[in-house]
């Protein structure tokens, strides 16, 4: 499916420009000079961008954006501006804007703004969605299913390439769940899964020889770190505060995951030994009265025996018997 680019932009020259020129990006443009038809097309649909133009008349780009984010309040907006107004398109990014661009433009620089804007916009996307699938899937119990579960939905998320699950095994990094393309290089993702259990926190890492960037989150269990939580992607780009709070949120998850399980193993293995200890007391209780038992029924059996009633003897014998088998 194309990503969806509102523009707006009163002059009808730059607009047509911009239009065909996205349009040859690949993405699904809708372009218009008038505010209220802006307006109408958020309402209609929803965008993964809103390029505006700052001075616009009657309704500037500034009151324009405010009044999509009512609509649409995780609309990225990149504000358009010259050059002499560039301290009101900071300001505007102060107010919500995602970034600005100032015109003229080059097509490489458009192109890497509306690339970064995209990508950090998919880190963010449906966070509260994602908190309620994660507390659901930790709540199964099955880890393996959890954490598979936890890693598609990271991937899904986020557009990573790829996303790792790595737990911590006798000192080695074990990958335990993936979902995605398979890793160009697994050193990569463990040495950033590594540096995070280290440092305690989520962090990204620049990955220099394929321009992309990979992310990891320990996974936090009562005792110190049991892992990380990785992903990949080709773009280059710098996680926020809000980016690394998501992920953090994915690893809690699968950190609940495996901290259930290794709760669930201790309670399975005190259970053992308790019906261990439980069966050798019983045993104990119960080979008393039986020993008692037989010798009362070995005399009986001699008694009978003196008495001369064989038929009482043999019966006696066999109480006896029974006895030695239990």
């Given at each position: ?137 930790a709540s199964s ?130 259970a053992v030994a ?53």
């Amino acid at each position: 499916m194309k990503q969806k680019i509102l523009v707006v932009d009163d002059d009808a020259a730059i607009l047509e420009v911009l239009e065909m020129r996205l349009s040859a990006m690949g993405f699904d443009v809708a372009a218009t000079s008038d505010p209220r038809k802006a307006l109408e097309a958020v309402e209609a649909s929803r965008f993964d961008l809103a390029l505006l133009d700052l001075r616009m008349v009657p309704t500037d780009g500034m009151r324009l954006m405010e009044a999509l984010h009512q609509r649409q309040p995780r609309l990225p907006v990149v504000i358009m501006t010259a050059h002499g107004t560039i301290q009101t398109a900071v300001e505007a990014v102060r107010r919500g804007a995602f970034d600005y661009i100032t015109k003229p433009f080059v097509n490489d620089e458009l192109r890497a703004k509306i690339a970064r804007t995209l990508a950090t916009r998919r880190w963010a996307r449906d966070r509260e969605r994602l908190l309620t699938v994660g507390q659901a899937l930790a709540s199964s119990g099955v880890m393996a299913r959890v954490l598979d579960s936890v890693a598609q939905a990271t991937v899904e998320a986020t557009d990573a390439d790829r996303c790792v699950v790595f737990q911590l095994e006798r000192g080695a990094l074990v990958p335990m769940a993936s979902a995605g393309s398979p890793p160009p290089s697994w050193e990569r993702l463990e040495a950033a899964a590594s540096a995070a259990m280290d440092k305690g926190v989520p962090l990204a890492v620049s990955d220099g020889a394929d321009g992309g960037t990979i992310v990891a989150s320990p996974l936090v269990v009562q005792h110190g770190p049991a892992g990380a939580l990785v992903i990949e992607t080709s773009v280059r780009l710098e996680p926020g505060d809000d980016d690394l709070e998501l992920l953090a949120l994915f690893s809690s998850q699968a950190a609940i995951a495996i901290r259930n399980t290794h709760d669930l193993e201790r309670l399975r293995s005190g259970a053992v030994a308790a019906l261990g200890r439980m069966a050798t007391q019983v045993a104990h209780e119960v080979k008393n009265p039986l020993a008692g038992l037989r010798l009362y029924a070995h005399h009986l059996e001699q008694r009978l025996a003196r008495a001369g009633d064989a038929e009482a003897k043999e019966l006696a014998g066999k109480i006896a018997g029974t006895v030695d088998d239990l």
